[in-house]
């Protein structure tokens, strides 16, 4: 059983050097999020009740972003960098306060499931005093090698300190540990620096616990790609080509079709119902929920939107934050939308923008319709009723309300409200001047024709 009191302490003050950028490394994203929110998430849904996070020396925006995504966790600063066991000592204070099990995480590893950070603990209440996540790789270098006996844990040893025989092992350390109740500080202050970096290792900790008589044990992984950390743009770029690939499976395994599954693009909170088609080169951007029977259709980009049951989006389509589809809608190639409830059967399907609106139940938007909802300082909202037809290229000038019923003629600007029922022409009478139109060219050619010359 997980223990409620558990205590994760992720390990953040790598200053990500390699990643070329004034980022720090654990605001990078995977899947849309930051990588230390997908470690903290999976943290708490793998059982941890508290939460540290030790960060680098200056990082100011880290510590910052932790205030608002997890303001409950305890953020200490290691000064400096002399190893991941002397990390692990920057949160001696949440060590030395906490008494149930301890688990040490990575904040540069994000795709760790929280299943395989619960199996860690449970290991601990079956009889561990220490686990360790391992896995076994056919590209075991640049990885601490676990020595395994007997179904103990007792070493293990980093790839710069390793010979030819150990290099040879397959089975390798995450780094992710788990400690029972108590033990930690002790086996942080044990841990030496004699290794080739003259660095504080936490995986130390094994060999000075085995030493002691504790016992270590590892956990295997089923899946290595779990343990993949980022430290350059190479391995960001890696470790999400790992998320999609997650995200695609699962989202066909629920029912969903991908017609072309690698042209798809998932966020960690995308939210796909069953029967949901979903066609190539598509981009659901964080905070997307797309009811059963939709279909999304090719090149379309949505983002913080919703989209109802049986609704058809795109080709070509851009629901942007705010946007909210209610079922059987359906907006067509080149409509962007933001802010904005679409009622049931409404049609926005052709070259539209609707910002800062509702549009009623079964109302039909012509091609080339903008609602004009800024003025430069403040946002205002355009209201159009339930079967109302607007008619092409018009141009709504918020704030304005349309009733049930009503109808805009083509080419209006619409700037005050157009009762139920009503008909609104908002547009300068047509004049016919005969034969101007032939005078008028023969002008501009001869203006031409004379800057041409010179003349």
Do not use: W
């Not at 999976?42 to 205030?67: E, F, K, N, T, W």
């Not at 909202?381 to 349309?402: C, E, H, L, R, W």
């Not at 005050?416 to 047509?430: C, I, L, N, S, Y």
């Amino acid at each position: 059983m997980i223990d409620p009191s558990c205590l994760a302490v992720v390990l953040a003050a790598g200053e990500g050097t390699r990643m070329k950028s004034d980022l720090p490394k654990v605001l990078h994203a995977v899947g849309g999020r930051p990588l230390i929110d997908a470690v903290l998430e999976s943290a708490r849904a793998g059982g941890a009740s508290r939460v540290a996070v030790v960060i680098g020396a200056g990082a100011d925006r880290v510590r910052a972003h932790l205030g608002k995504v997890a303001p409950d966790a305890q953020v200490f600063e290691q000064r400096e960098r002399l190893g991941t066991a002397h990390a692990a000592l920057a949160a001696r204070e949440a060590l030395a306060t906490h008494h149930g099990p301890v688990l040490v995480l990575f904040g540069d590893t994000p795709l760790v499931r929280p299943a395989t950070i619960a199996s860690l603990v449970d290991r601990l209440s079956a009889g561990a005093d220490i686990a360790l996540l391992g896995f076994t790789t056919d590209a075991p270098t640049g990885y601490g090698r676990l020595i395994i006996q007997e179904g103990r844990l007792l070493a293990i040893v980093e790839e710069k300190d390793a010979d030819t025989a150990t290099k040879s092992i397959r089975l390798c350390n995450s780094g992710i540990m788990a400690f029972r109740p108590g033990l930690l500080p002790d086996l942080l202050d044990a841990i030496g620096n004699e290794n080739a970096k003259g660095e504080y290792y936490l995986t130390d900790a094994v060999a000075v616990g085995t030493a002691r008589g504790l016992r270590a044990e590892a956990v295997i992984g089923k899946d290595e790609d779990e343990f993949v950390g980022i430290n350059d743009r190479a391995q960001l770029a890696a470790a999400e080509a790992i998320f999609q690939q997650r995200m695609r499976a699962e989202a066909m395994a629920a029912g969903v079709t991908l017609v072309a599954p690698e042209t798809v693009f998932f966020s960690f909170d995308t939210k796909l119902g069953r029967d949901v088609v979903v066609e190539p080169n598509v981009v659901f951007a964080p905070g997307v929920t797309v009811a059963s029977g939709a279909t999304i259709r090719a090149f379309s980009h949505i983002e913080g939107a919703r989209v109802g049951g049986g609704a058809i989006v795109g080709p070509y389509s851009r629901l942007r934050p705010g946007a909210d589809l209610a079922e059987n809608v359906h907006v067509g190639n080149f409509v962007e939308i933001k802010n904005a409830r679409v009622d049931q059967g409404a049609k926005v399907n052709h070259l539209t923008y609707i910002g800062d609106a509702s549009i009623g139940a079964r109302t039909n938007v012509g091609a080339g319709t903008i609602t004009c909802n800024y003025d430069g300082f403040f946002k205002h909202k355009t209201v159009i009723g339930a079967d109302v037809f607007v008619g092409s290229n018009t141009v709504m000038v918020a704030p304005v309300t349309v009733g049930d019923n009503a109808l805009t003629a083509a080419g209006s600007v619409i700037t005050a409200d157009v009762p139920g029922d009503a008909m609104a022409f908002g547009r300068a009478r047509q004049e016919v001047k005969e034969g101007m139109g032939a005078a008028k060219k023969a002008a501009l050619a001869a203006r031409k024709a004379a800057s041409k010359s010179g003349g």
